[in-house]
Antibody
Framework: QVHLQESGPGLVKPSETLSLTCTVSNGSITTHYWTWIRQPPGKGLEWIGYIYFIGNTNHNPSLKSRVTMSLDTSENQLSLKLTSVTAADTAVYYC???????????WGQGTLVTVSS | DVVMTQSPLSLPVTLGQPASISCRSS???????????LHWFQQRPGQSPRRLIYKVFNRDSGVPDRFSGSGSGTDFTLKISRVEAEDVGVYYC?????????FGQGTKLEIK
């Protein structure tokens, strides 16, 4: 059973950079595409972007160019950086593994990131 | 972006009664392989989403057979034949055919 665990600061100041890491266990990050999805408190789910280990990445155009995703194959981790954050970026951030039909079976437990001074 | 519109957004149901959630997409969800990339998720309070149905009608392992999915083109439905207490939560449809992939707004199922 693949397990994903997000980690990172729970509080980020406006205009600063949100940085999260997701550690994957019981499975290699080289076998699938991976994604970050976020959910503002009490609201719905939004795809942030996806990444594959050979360097194929894409992000949601709604986030413009604020998103950077990367993989560390030696640590079996994926990471997310979101720059110039505002209160609108306050959300639970999930890392997840993308299946062949572009859906998700394996999710992390999610981590709440609050943007506030 | 493909807009996914769910209805109703709130669904109070009596235990043992059926429930139905509609999901409409703003364009066809047929992927390059000819399959329809429409999936359903359940999110119980305080939990991560859980996939219930993939590619319209395929039920995931461990999902009770009271859950079923149907539809085609741009019109899809999730049905629960007899609602149980453990079904309380928010249900989302999601399209994986066109990037950015998108979810519906969610339908909150509660027990009446």
């Amino acid at each position: 059973q693949v397990h994903l665990q997000e980690s990172g600061p729970g509080l980020v100041k406006p205009s600063e950079t949100l940085s999260l890491t997701c550690t994957v266990s019981n499975g290699s990050i080289t076998t699938h595409y991976w994604t970050w999805i976020r959910q503002p408190p009490g609201k719905g789910l939004e795809w942030i972007g996806y990444i594959y280990f050979i360097g194929n990445t894409n992000h949601n155009p709604s986030l413009k160019s604020r998103v950077t995703m990367s993989l560390d194959t030696s640590e079996n981790q994926l990471s997310l950086k979101l720059t110039s954050v505002t209160a609108a970026d306050t959300a639970v951030y999930y890392c997840a593994r993308i299946e062949g039909d572009n859906s998700i079976v394996y999710w992390g437990q999610g981590t709440l990131v609050t943007v506030s001074s | 972006d493909v807009v996914m519109t769910q209805s109703p957004l709130s669904l109070p149901v009596t235990l043992g009664q059926p429930a139905s959630i509609s999901c409409r997409s703003s364009q066809s969800l047929v992927y390059g392989d000819g399959k329809t990339y429409l999936h359903w998720f359940q999110q119980r309070p305080g939990q991560s989403p859980r996939r219930l149905i993939y590619k319209v009608f395929n039920r995931d392992s461990g999902v009770p057979d009271r859950f079923s999915g149907s539809g085609s083109g741009t019109d899809f439905t999730l049905k629960i034949s007899r609602v149980e207490a453990e079904d309380v939560g928010v249900y989302y449809c999601m399209q994986g055919a066109h990037w950015p992939y998108t979810f519906g707004q969610g339908t909150k199922l509660e027990i009446k």
